[in-house]
């Protein structure tokens, strides 16, 4: 089992940056998040869940949706099971619970473990 926790949400001004950490833990935690495609995706109200941005088991990949690219900038650390998500140049559009999962595959907005989730709030 891996349990994921997100944190680092908040509200913001637009033009504003926020960086979302999620830290992985559980039993096998290490040997799995260590091997998987991890990523996070952001759910805003009244829409569906969408991806936001992935990367790979060595950070050697990534991959970000057309939205977000050139502001969002994703990380991950294997050795602290941790993987992060500095968001810069927020826009309201931003605004959403954006929640960090594993594995993730493609563009999928799917995933075997998901956090709980952290609230991102930019006014305009």
């Known amino acids: 089992q891996v349990q994921l926790a997100e944190s680092g949400g908040g509200l913001v001004q637009a033009g504003g940056s926020l960086r979302l950490s999620c830290a992985a833990s559980?039993?096998?935690?290490?040997?799995?998040?260590?091997?998987?495609?991890v990523g996070w995706l952001r759910q805003a109200p009244g829409k569906e869940r969408e991806f936001v941005a992935t990367?790979?088991?060595?950070?050697?990949?990534?991959d970000y949706a057309d939205s977000v690219k050139g502001r969002f900038t994703i990380s991950r650390d294997n050795a602290a099971n941790t993987v992060s998500l500095q968001m810069n140049n927020l826009i309201p559009e931003d605004t959403a619970v954006y929640y960090c999962a594993l594995p993730l595959y493609g563009r999928s907005n799917r995933a075997a473990y998901r956090g709980q989730g952290t609230q991102v709030t930019v006014s305009s």
């Open positions: 990367i790979s088991w060595n950070g050697g990949s990534t």
């Open positions: 559980g039993r096998a935690s290490g040997r799995i998040f260590s091997t998987s495609t």
